[in-house]
Every structure is written in C-alpha cells, then in structure tokens.
C-alpha cells in the first residue's frame, strides 16, 4: 500500500527556520516525482514544486522559487520542504503528493502538516 | 499564467440529484485537467486526470468531460459521501488548481 506519512505540526515564530518531512513507503521511492502543495486556512490549493528523488531533479512553481527548498534523502526515502526565515504569510496546512506515473497529476497524499508562524 | 475559474463556488444539492460543476482555463489546455475531492481535514483526492479518466477505485458515478478551456465534472447521482468540495487542476503549463466548488446539503 502506497503511503506518505508527514511530520507533526509545528509552532513557529518569524524569522525561525523550519524544516517538514514526508516519508514515502510501498512502492519504489527513486521512481516517482514527490512534490509540495499549500493550502492556507480556508483557501484553495497551491503547486509549490516537485523533486525526483531519482536523480534530485527539483522544480519550482515560480510562485515560491526562492522562497521554500524542496530536498529527498532516497536512503531513508523522505522528502524534506524547509524555509529559511518563516514569515506569518507561511501559516498553512502543507501537503506532499506523489506524482502519477504518466500524467502531472497527484495520486497520493500525505496527511498534511499544519505550519503555524505566529510572535 | 494559466488560471482556472470553477463555478459555482457552493452548490446546493439533495441526495439522487444529478451535480455538474464548472471549470474554465485562462486559454486552450487542451485534455490537461484533473479533478479531486476534499472532505473537511482531509487530504483531497484524486477523481479525475486528462479530463475524463477516471482515477483508480473512483465510483463511476463520477465523470468529466471537455477539452480546449471549458470543462465539467459531473456526479450522476449524489450520494451522502459526495458532500465535499472539489477543485480541478490545469497541469497544461505548470500546475494551478481551481478555488474550488463546495456541494453542501440543500
């Protein structure tokens, strides 16, 4: 059974830094694209970016290049979405997805990761 | 960019009802289109990729349709777990989703 499992929520302040994790399990890690999508309270979905962990090939939607560093460790078969300098803009509820095999769509998700940046 | 607008953003509907939503892309994506389904705290779902395919395990009372930059998901007859929203996804140039339609009980 294909599952994403993400890291625990998360209280922080701006300008703290912050990395969330999503490990992958029941299938082969290397060979899917894994990416990151936004969802701010009460709003719609957001693509931040995607990374194949075969080969760390990493893009960003242009909306958030700069902003987030999408990473995967294939020993441990996790991806990773970190900030450097959280701002209060950040708070969200973060999902990884798992890119289907033929088309730019995702047919898994992980659980999501609330991220709270508040002074 | 492209952008997609659903309509309506809140339907109303009964039980056994037949459901059509909306999705218009900013200009021709072609089959490029997906729909998905999220309940309250949930995760969304995948229903629908290239415009009319349906997702693995999805019931067939789900359906899409169209091409170029109008599209339609259809549920044939709501049934109580329908009640959700539901956002479609252009993925013709990069990924942008929809603000999402919102079936609640009538």
């Known amino acids: 059974e294909v599952q994403l499992v993400q890291s625990g929520a998360e209280v922080k302040k701006p300008g703290d830094s912050l990395k969330i994790s999503c490990q992958g399990s029941?299938?082969?890690?290397?060979?899917?694209?894994i990416g990151w999508v936004r969802q701010m309270p009460g709003k719609g979905l957001e693509y931040m970016g995607i990374i194949y962990p075969g080969d760390s090939d990493t893009r960003y939607s242009p909306s958030f290049q700069g902003q987030v560093t999408i990473s995967a460790d294939r020993s441990i078969t996790t991806a990773y979405l970190q900030w450097s300098s959280l701002r209060a803009s950040d708070t969200a509820m973060y999902y990884c997805?798992?890119?289907?095999?033929?088309?730019?769509?995702?047919?898994?998700w992980g659980q999501g990761t609330l991220v709270t940046v508040s002074s | 960019d492209i952008q997609v607008t659903q309509s309506p953003s809140t339907l109303s509907a009964s039980v056994g009802d037949r459901v059509t939503i909306t999705c218009r892309a900013s200009?021709?994506?072609?089959?490029?289109l997906a729909w998905y389904q999220q309940k309250p705290g949930k995760a969304p779902k995948l229903l629908i990729y290239k415009a009319s395919s349906l997702n693995s395990g999805v019931p067939s009372r789900f359906s899409g349709s169209g091409s170029g930059t109008e599209f339609t998901l259809t549920i044939s007859s709501l049934q109580p777990d329908d009640f959700a929203t539901y956002y479609c996804?252009?993925?013709?140039?990069?990924?942008?989703f929809g603000l999402g339609t919102k079936v609640d009980v009538k």
């Open positions: 997805v798992r890119r289907h095999d033929t088309e730019v769509v995702y047919d898994y």
């Open positions: 029941g299938y082969i890690f290397t060979s899917y694209w």
């Open positions: 996804q252009q993925y013709h140039t990069y990924s942008t």
């Open positions: 200009q021709s994506i072609s089959s490029w």
